[in-house]
């Protein structure tokens, strides 16, 4: 049942252009509020020059500020501790990358008989290794990754001896079983090391930040018309640290879209609890100074499998808004039950951000075809990387132990749990359920463009696919962001 909406005075305003506050360079590289995060971890280092401006400066919000926040976090989640206390970054060698000069090349191990792999013969070792799991053969696959481990040390050398790296490492954790493990909260000093990484990887590449602005631009689309309820709510299944809502906040507050209000509600893993706690403070923070009213609120992953969007509270009036990525799906039983059960909430729009290659990897129902796949994904993410940052830049050792392993983990363990299931794409269920894409604007193709330029790294372009915009690493779709409505 949905609770009817009371009714805020309204604040609503004409829009305005952009052109009354900021330049096009200015507005697309305002995002998100990483240097709030960084200063409540007492970890303020702007010492180390970025190719891309990633966070603001802020202040504290007025004493007769008008905002009305609502606190209502699961009441599962854990109390906190009061004092943060960080450990120091060990220090490491800087990592050598043989053949930086050397122009990108498209893998395409998916059929290796043939396939000249440039002395890379441990590709055919781990493929090895997924075909033994595939057959059961999990002896003989512990043989494997011992010979692998003698032949890949460390994450160093080119992209794919990297990426090869980290696969090995996910398989070896798939056969031990380290990755389901009971849950553990992340400590202060893990989240620190995070948020440091998602830092460096914003100021670096255009990655992350082409998935928030398309995914806001989209969200921004939905509520452009006369008719839009001034009451916005986000259904957001990957907030992470909620940076991204920093810029979206900034476009509320300057075009008056929805009157000046939000509602976030995010679905966060068990794990993940800890986070909460920065993720409310400081969005709550950033909204009372953008003089807009703003409530959050949290639902633990393991309630939401088992209530789905009957743990979440709707109100009635309210535009509601979902976003979602591969995240979901991978901890989800089915694609198809989600997208059922989404139906029943009718939401204006359902945003769609693949920052996996998950449009590639996923559906095929082989263990094998799916690894491979993601192996290539994940070896051109890293040579975007190289691409981006100098030889030898310890950000990017950062990046890849904190943001691209967990998510080659994800991927492997994901593509196992898959295998034999005959599963579909996730863009067939959404049209088998009668949702249907649509057109992104054309500021969102001109902020990707703005954003490229901006980063100046060559080799990066923007395309559309089937609906989608793409940003694409020399013709390999990295980030694809799609809106669809039933």
Known sequence: MKIPASSPQDTTNNNSTDGNHLSMDEHVMRSMDWDSIMKELELDDDSAPNSLKTGFTTTTATSDSTILPLYAVDSNLPGFPDQIQPSDFESSTDIVYPGQNQQPTGYGFNSLDGVDNGGFDFIEDLIRVVDCVESDELQLAQVILSRLNQRLRSPSGRPLQRA???????????LTGTNRNPIRLSSWSEIVQRIRAIKEYSGISPIPLFSHFTANQAILDSLSSQSASPFVHVVDFEIGFGGQYASLMREIAEKSVSGGFLRVTAVVAEECAVETRLVKENLTQFAAEMKIRFQIEFVLLKTFEMLSFKAIRFV??????????????????????????LRRVSPKVVVFVDSEGWTEIAGSGSFRREFVSALEFYTMVLESLDAAAPPGDLVKKIVEAFVLRPKISAAVETAADRRNTGETTWREVFCAAGMRPIQLSQFADFQAECLLEKAQVRGFHVAKRQGELVLCWHGRALVATSAWRF
């Open 164 to 174: 090869a790296f980290y696969f090995k490492e996910a398989l070896a954790s798939l």
């Open 316 to 341: 009635e009036g309210e535009r509601t808004i979902v976003l979602i990525s591969p995240a979901i799906f991978r901890r989800l039983s089915g694609i198809a039950d989600f997208v059922n059960n």
